[in-house]
């Protein structure tokens, strides 16, 4: 099983309704910061830039009346779980004796927080996280590099992501994929490639 994360197990941890909190919250302008995020962010999300790189780049290139940290901690308690996600992927793991991979668009300090934070290492065998290999959904790269290191035929994937488009590129690489919208929906759409739940342990929300 392949996994996104934002989106699916947690809500995504930067994105343009967070940084436009963060531009609120912190009194920034957010044509201006939003404009610096763009000129950086890729990079960032492939791990060529550190959080601190970042950060000077788009926040602090000029004085501020806040510190570095004290932005850090408002960018990362940005990060909620699904826990009704959470408890269906971990499920179905052992249940099915799944090999479960990450594989997601993430800049490295958010995504070693959101593993730790939200404990998804603890059902997760191994992240192919932009950050690690340089590459970036929509590269198709990234998809390849997921089947290499999971050793198993594409075929034999179920992909699950809340971006149509990368459902599609991925489904162009024969990996049969679920287009995430709510939990129910996913359940099964899961079911109906022989993978179900144990009725009467997770419980849907509504």
């Not at 510190?67 to 901690?73: C, D, G, H, K, V």
Request: glycine share 6%.
């Amino acid at each position: 099983m392949f996994l996104d994360v934002g989106g699916v197990l947690l809500n995504n941890g930067w994105d343009h309704l967070a940084r436009r909190r963060a531009a609120k919250h912190f009194r920034l302008k957010w044509a201006e910061m939003e404009e610096q995020h763009s000129l950086n962010f890729d990079i960032y999300e492939e791990g060529k830039l550190t959080l601190e790189e970042y950060l000077g780049r788009v926040v602090f290139y000029q004085k501020r009346p806040f510190t570095r940290a004290q932005f850090r901690r408002f960018m990362f308690a940005q990060s909620k779980p699904y826990p009704e996600m959470i408890e269906l992927v971990a499920q179905l793991k052992v249940r099915h004796r799944l090999k479960t991979a990450v594989v997601s668009n993430e800049a490295r300090e958010l995504n070693a927080y959101r593993i730790r934070k939200f404990k998804l290492d603890g059902f997760v065998d191994f992240f192919i996280s932009s950050c690690f290999v340089h590459l970036r959904k929509p590269d198709t790269d990234i998809f390849r590099l997921a089947l290499d290191i999971a050793q198993v035929p594409a075929e034999q994937v179920v992909y699950i992501e809340n971006t149509p488009m990368f459902v599609q590129i991925a489904e162009g690489l024969g990996i049969r994929s679920i287009f995430h919208t709510d939990y129910r929906s996913t359940c099964a759409k899961l079911a109906s490639f022989g993978l179900q739940k144990d009725e009467g342990v997770i419980h849907e929300t509504g």
